[in-house]
């Protein structure tokens, strides 16, 4: 019988809506690592996210711009994966302060600890570096698109990206990168815009669409990233990018009257309210080199099953966003959104 070697793993941001789903991926699917989460449990951090795997992990409560923190944590594992961020858009145009101590000074102080002590890196990014693309534009992005990020929050993400290219390149860590697309799924915190539209309409609020409507996002079912990144952690080559896309390009009005649908509203049971500044048209990705190099295929190719369930999970699990809701509409309604 063969045995399998534990492997320890650090979990950057592993109580937000990413990271929490990849613990509970990876304690479903991969008993080869051991967990610890590093957490700063920011407004958008939840342990609630972790209460059902919370004996089978470590949960140390920090910032990863913290480097002593950093330091004794990296030093005592075989892999990084850093989802920690500051993640949302429209937060980072009304403050961008903690985007840079987090986004940037935060993955450099992860990125020196590595490179002392040898850990093996992943750094999870977003398909945002790269700008955005024009509604009748064939091209999508793919990992030689040149990087041209529009707002606080992606322009930190992508000098966070520049950071780990650098380091692998100058220092010889071994690190790899993905930078994926819009997700979607259970615990996305209703900040971001398929929660909020759904839990509007479950606290008989009207759901509210910046501008036209007619910005293109690229959805991804979280899972399906995060078992993307799974493939890169078994498969992936040393300093390579890997950009993860389930071809899911559809526009806020079609997702938002999906949303409308699949909750009983009428069509038209929605606000049109300010768009948001700078906002990006299209993002599309070209996961090519996932697929054939690394042989991933996601499993959630119908939008639509996927957002029921997900509508499911947010009706079903109202203690669990029910205590944010009102902070954030209130943000948003100061702003004429
Ligand atoms: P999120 O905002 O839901 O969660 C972020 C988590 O990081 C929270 O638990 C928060 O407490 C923690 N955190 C914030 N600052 C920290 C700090 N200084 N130290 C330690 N922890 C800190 O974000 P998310 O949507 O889960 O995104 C996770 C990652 O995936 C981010 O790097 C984001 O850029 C990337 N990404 C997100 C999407 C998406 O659609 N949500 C798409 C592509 C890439
Ligand atoms: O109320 C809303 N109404 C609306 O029309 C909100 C919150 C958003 N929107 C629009 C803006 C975008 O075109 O919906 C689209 C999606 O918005 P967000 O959920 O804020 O996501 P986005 O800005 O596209 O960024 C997301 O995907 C890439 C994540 O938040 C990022 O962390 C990730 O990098």
Redesign the pocket.
Known sequence: MEVQQTMRMLV??G?????ANFVHQTLREHPEYEVTV?????Y??NPASLAPVRDDIEFVH????DADVVDRLVGRCDVVVH??????NDNSLRDPAPFL??NVV?TFTLLEAVRRHGARYHH????EVYGDLELDDPAKFTPETPYNPSSPYSST?AGSDLLVRAWVRSFGIHATLSN????YGPY??VE?FIPRQVTNVLSGLRPKLYGAGENVRDWIHVDDHNSAVHAILDRGRSGETYLIGADGEKNNREVLALVLELTGQPADAFDSVTDRAGHDLRYAIDATKLRTELGWTPRYTEFREGLAATIDWYRENEAWWRPLKDGVEAAYAAQGQ
């Open positions: 950057t941001g109580a937000g809506f990413i990271g590093l957490d700063a449990l920011t958008a951090g920090g910032s990863v711009a989802f920690a961020a500051e993640s949302h101590t987090t935060g999870i990014s977003t398909d993400k994926c697309s819009n997700n996305q915190h971001k």
